[in-house]
């Protein structure tokens, strides 16, 4: 039964190619969360547009998390890279926010993990993701240079992709 929904979820998910021109962005979100709740007691975060962000990102108000997004920079981001990356940067931070749920202040490490993991879980390619980071991602105080950041991605993906036999 699983497999079947997992199949039908890939069939009608973000970055079929079939499917491509006709689903929006936020498709690529639903897809993150969904995969989250397959492995999860997880409760979705809002999601809604800022321009100022740069991809995603997660924060918590008080008991309020959201996930902002932008747009236009996530639709670049799937030209340039293909919308497995977009599913990627939205699964970084539902990583986030599968932990703040658990009571944990995950790392930038910790929440590519989570991506390498739903990527992994929803049966897609990893590479786009990594392709990004390898290409725009900014080491900084909080953020890991793009090689130990496809690493993490890389370990939650060979995680997760075992857990559905794939
Ligand atoms: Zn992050």
């Known amino acids: 039964m699983r497999r079947i929904l997992l199949a039908i979820l890939f069939l009608l998910s973000c970055g079929h190619a079939r499917f491509d021109w006709q689903l929006p962005i936020e498709s690529c979100y639903d897809d993150a969360i969904v995969a989250a709740k397959l492995l999860y007691d ?10 100022k962000v740069r991809g995603a990102s997660f924060i918590t108000r008080g008991t309020t998390a959201v996930v902002f997004y932008n ?6 981001i799937q030209e340039q ?11 970084h931070e539902v990583g986030h926010a599968i932990d703040k749920q658990r009571g944990i202040n995950s790392s930038e490490s910790d929440a590519d993990v989570h991506a390498g ?25 909080t953020h890991p240079k793009a090689s130990v950041r496809n690493n993490s991605v890389e370990k939650g993906y060979l995680m997760c992709k075992r857990l559905w036999g794939r």
Not at 42 to 51: G, I, K, R, W, Y
């Open 81 to 91: 890279y293909g919308r497995d990356a977009v599913v990627g940067i939205f699964a």
């Open 42 to 51: 997880f409760s979705e975060p809002s999601l809604a547009t800022n321009q």
């Open 117 to 141: 993991c739903l990527i992994g879980i929803l049966g897609r390619n990893p590479e786009p993701l990594k392709a990004f980071f390898r290409a725009e991602s900014r080491p900084s105080a």
């Open 71 to 76: 747009r236009k920079d996530l639709w670049r």
